[in-house]
């Protein structure tokens, strides 16, 4: 696997998983970068429950049959992406940002009376960081910003991602679906 993929995971089981899909109203629970393999061992970054750190990308996800995922390919030159990894290899050991579910789960009353709140910063947006936000800030390095108009601070979920990356297929392209 190539690194710097971002990938769009759904864990099948759980009460986390189903209440991230149920609040941001999507088929994703989780979202983490693909990094480079470690003695042949593939890899990758993520925020989860013990804060951002690396993880085993063939037992975690491609080996596990609790977890389907799709494979996103971000269309910029691997050196972009080498050095954006670096950058968020600074992330590693930040604590995990649960406070930041209480902005997901106002943003979602919100969206049932017909107002996405998306614009707004998360509140608890310093709190550590969520799995999506590192994701973002991955996407940044990477000279990306301008996918994130119409966002605030610390407002996008797995869901959003996807909507993204579906928005911008010049810049996005989907390389595998697995299990979904």
């Not at 693909?34 to 890899?43: G, K, L, R, W």
């Not at 799709?70 to 968020?88: E, G, P, T």
């Not at 707004?120 to 390095?141: E, F, P």
Request: aromatic share 16%; hydrophobic share 40%; net charge neutral.
């Amino acid at each position: 696997m190539a690194s710097g993929n971002i990938v769009l995971a759904n864990t099948k089981s759980g009460f986390v998983p189903a209440a991230i899909r149920f609040m941001t109203d999507g088929q994703f629970s989780h979202s983490f970068v693909t990094m480079p393999n470690i003695y042949s061992i593939p890899m990758a970054i993520e925020a989860a429950e013990n804060g951002v750190d690396f993880t085993r990308f063939d037992t975690g996800y491609q080996n596990n049959t609790e977890e389907s995922y799709q494979v996103w390919q971000v269309n910029v030159s691997q050196k972009v992406k080498d050095a954006a990894l670096v950058s968020i290899l600074n992330d590693l050991e930040t604590a995990y940002g649960y406070l930041e579910f209480f902005y997901f789960i106002w943003r979602k009353i919100c969206r049932s009376f017909g107002k996405d709140i998306k614009n707004k910063n998360n509140w608890a947006v310093y709190s550590g960081y969520i799995c999506s936000q590192l994701c973002v800030a991955y996407l940044k390095a990477c000279g990306l910003q301008s996918v994130f108009v119409g966002y605030g601070n610390g407002s996008i979920a797995p869901a959003d991602l996807y909507n993204i990356f579906m928005a911008n297929p010049k810049i996005f392209k989907l390389v595998e679906t697995v299990r979904l």
